[in-house]
């Protein structure tokens, strides 16, 4: 079969011609029709994980029809379309992951091949009114958007949100969630045409954080006042603006992050944080459960993952150098089938 490989460290990948993988106990085959990008597809080809293990498959999302299966499942699963959970091992502790814990796509090969082994308990019926390039946009960032925004944050109906850096797809998620839950919805980005982009998908109004009074602005904007305005605020970027969503927070307010792109948080005033009772959470994908939820919560709203533009597995590099600089709105996604 055609697999994208990463062979070493910082390398580009190459499309190879490797061996089928063959199912085990409880294991399938899914031939993947298509898989989509993720930021830790360029952090693993640029081995920014601990026990790397190259050459590898990479790839954790995937959606695409199940052609064999192993010893000890039900041939009910033959010719079933699916999406496939990348969050494994999780464990029994909802509130921690296990020892155990892996995301497919390393150490154990990806979705960015034209076949993929994979335990069939991880397997999830395609819904029938996304087509295989939306189903395959879902796994990684609908499962890290879920957890944050519902599980962490626990938002409820008619709260008021702000989402962060939007564009990518943990925050589009996380908008179109939050919407489909009867949330207000804000968001930042340094793009005034992403801004453009999430109001029509649903957000109330957006501030470009490239104006050192972004903050100050968005207050303005919303009607809040110097107590806070948003019940919950998730974030992927942290760093020193971290401390200006402590005074975005309404006393008693949650802060969720799934990411640090803007490195570590600093000036935060620890009067601020306890005398507004704020609630600091940290997130990162989510149990086989949230996974569930996600999916059934998708199927009920109807919800279309966004895509960016789509490549084909032959263009894997160039798709990664795409997601890398940035610049996408939506999900980026190979088509093999």
Excluded at 78 to 89: A, E, F, R, W, Y
Excluded at 90 to 98: H, L, N, Q, T, V
Excluded at 199 to 204: D, H, Q, S, T
Excluded at 218 to 243: H, K
Aim: proline share 4%; hydrophobic share 40%.
């Amino acid at each position: 079969m055609k697999a994208a490989l990463i062979p070493e460290i910082n390398r580009a990948v190459t499309i190879q011609e490797v061996e089928k993988p063959t199912p085990g106990q409880g294991e399938v085959i899914v031939k993947i029709k298509a898989a989509s990008l993720n930021h830790r597809d360029v952090f693993v080809q640029q081995g920014k994980y601990p026990g790397m293990k190259l050459p590898v498959i990479i790839g954790s999302d995937g959606a695409g029809t199940v052609v064999e299966i192993g010893e000890g499942l039900s041939d009910t699963w033959l010719g079933k379309d699916v999406i496939i959970n990348p969050s494994h091992n999780w464990g029994d502790d909802d509130r921690f992951y296990s020892k155990s814990f892996k995301i497919l796509g390393m150490p154990d090969n990806g979705t960015f091949a034209e076949y993929v082994k994979v335990e069939a308990k991880y397997l999830h019926i395609k819904p029938t009114h996304l087509s295989f390039e939306a189903a395959a946009a879902l796994p990684l960032g609908g499962l890290t958007a879920w957890r944050a925004l519902m599980s962490r944050a626990g938002l409820k109906a008619n709260e008021k949100v702000l989402v962060t850096g939007i564009g990518g797809g943990v925050a589009l998620f996380t908008l179109q969630f939050a919407t489909a839950a009867g949330a207000e919805v804000w968001v930042t980005s340094s793009s005034d045409e992403k801004i453009s982009k999430a109001i029509e998908l649903g957000a109330k109004g957006g501030i470009n954080y490239k104006d050192p009074n972004w903050a100050k602005n968005l207050i303005n904007a919303t009607g809040g006042d110097r107590s806070g305005y948003f019940d919950v605020i998730i974030d992927s970027a942290c760093g020193p603006g971290f401390a200006k969503l402590i005074d975005l927070a309404k006393p008693g307010g949650r802060i969720c992050f799934f990411g640090g792109t803007t490195g570590n948080i600093t000036d935060i005033a620890p009067s601020k944080v306890f005398f507004k009772q704020l609630n600091i959470y940290g997130s990162t994908m989510g149990t086989e459960a949230e996974f569930e939820a996600m999916v059934r919560f998708v199927e009920t709203h109807q919800i279309q993952p966004i895509i960016d533009q789509t490549f084909s597995l032959e263009e894997t590099e160039t798709a990664l150098r795409k997601m890398d600089h940035g610049t996408q709105f939506g999900k980026i996604v190979l088509k093999l089938g």
